[in-house]
């Protein structure tokens, strides 16, 4: 913790978000400890010093409950709050001892190219998730928040995206200052429409850094009209990384959902010809693909991303359980785009060349 008790209050209540996102309870419980660090971060230091260890004193502070500040207290006091040891105790490691050859795959990974802030369905801002990816080891991290017809995730209009470009070298131009070492990916986690066309104005698309495009919608279409509409999005230039291909579910709070239909075959070999990569997505609710799409994607020379698809700090460090599914089918290093240098990255990204 640091010595300014003000400071070691935030990074307690970021911390205590950080450990209960990770063990996958919902982002949107866990945005009372964030709006508590928030309020405590806008305070000046003589008016923490004022409140001190009072508990009664900081619920009366905006966005502070009972809960929150029983931690500010503690953090305040130079202590841990219990909140935070209990979450540190309970914490287990993403991998387990023993997956030696998830261990020394995840050792590669350099970046993550699917991600969500507020801007979409996210639950903590841009700079929040970038920070935390930077705290993880990130070297590079792509802000993929959802397309315009995807509504109830909030997508970004034309407009919308824009802006965030703009937000985004603003915060690269900060970070470069502070030196941290990370650079933030102009992205977009772009809806596949039925007829295979990206949900995009295609001259935006051409300006991002990274474009990941999923299927969100008619997953249960006939297998023929499936494997046409994603062929034609692998086909489009401007697409990068064929995201979460089946869309299935496996367990969690949403639900199951069976995988979508289509010629796996004809839509891996498309990935090959077309150099789009194919997504080993991280989230434990997807393990998407299942692993015999992984051998098929394998056997097509296909180039992999592995993902977190994050939509919170938290889930940030959900990236290693994609890298142990891709040990386990035995995909190498130099095949997954995510452990390659940025700049061989963004020139494979512009021109398709590996």
């Known amino acids: 913790m640091s010595d300014d008790p003000g400071r070691s209050a935030v990074e307690a209540l970021r911390e205590i978000a950080f450990w209960r996102e990770r063990a996958r309870v919902d982002t949107h419980r866990v945005k009372a400890y964030r709006r508590a660090a928030d309020a405590v971060e806008a305070l000046p230091a003589d008016r923490v010093a004022d409140l001190g260890t009072s508990q009664a004193a900081w619920t009366r502070i905006p966005d502070i409950g009972a809960s929150t500040a029983k931690a500010i207290v503690a953090a305040v006091g130079g202590g841990v709050p219990d909140a935070l040891a ?49 705290r993880l080891g990130r070297e590079y991290v792509a802000i993929t928040d959802h397309s315009p017809r995807l509504r109830v995730a909030n997508g970004l209009s034309p407009e919308r995206l824009r802006a ?60 023929a009209a499936m494997t046409r509409r994603m062929v034609r999005a692998v086909a489009n230039p401007h697409l990068d990384v064929l995201g979460h291909c089946t869309g299935r579910l496996v367990e969690g709070a949403r639900g199951t959902r069976p995988p979508s239909q289509f010629d796996a075959e004809i839509v891996f070999e498309a990935c090959r010809e077309y150099g789009t990569a194919v997504e080993i997505n991280a989230r434990p609710e997807r393990r998407d693909p299942p692993e015999d799409l992984i051998d098929l994607a394998l056997e097509a020379e296909c180039l992999f991303s592995i993902d ?26 130099e095949r997954i785009i995510t452990t390659w240098e940025l700049e061989r990255l963004l020139h494979w990204t512009r021109t398709r060349e590996v």
Do not use: C
């Open 86 to 134: 209990k979450a540190r105790a309970e914490a287990t490691p993403t991998l387990s001892p023993d997956d030696e050859a998830g261990a020394a795959l995840f050792a590669h990974a350099r970046g993550d190219l699917h991600t969500h802030t507020i801007a979409s369905d996210g639950g903590s801002p841009l700079a929040e998730m970038v920070r935390t990816a930077a």
């Open 308 to 333: 977190s698809d994050s939509h919170a700090p938290g889930q940030l460090d959900w990236l290693a359980l994609g890298y142990s599914r891709a040990a386990a089918r035995g995909v190498p290093a």
């Open 164 to 223: 965030q470009i703009e937000e985004i070298a603003d915060l690269n131009a900060a970070l470069t200052d502070e030196g941290v070492g990370i650079r933030v990916l102009t992205a977009i986690e772009v809806d596949i429409l039925d007829d295979g066309g990206l949900d995009q104005e295609p001259d935006l698309l051409e300006q991002l850094d990274v474009v990941v495009g999923s299927v969100h919608s008619e997953l249960r279409m006939e297998s």
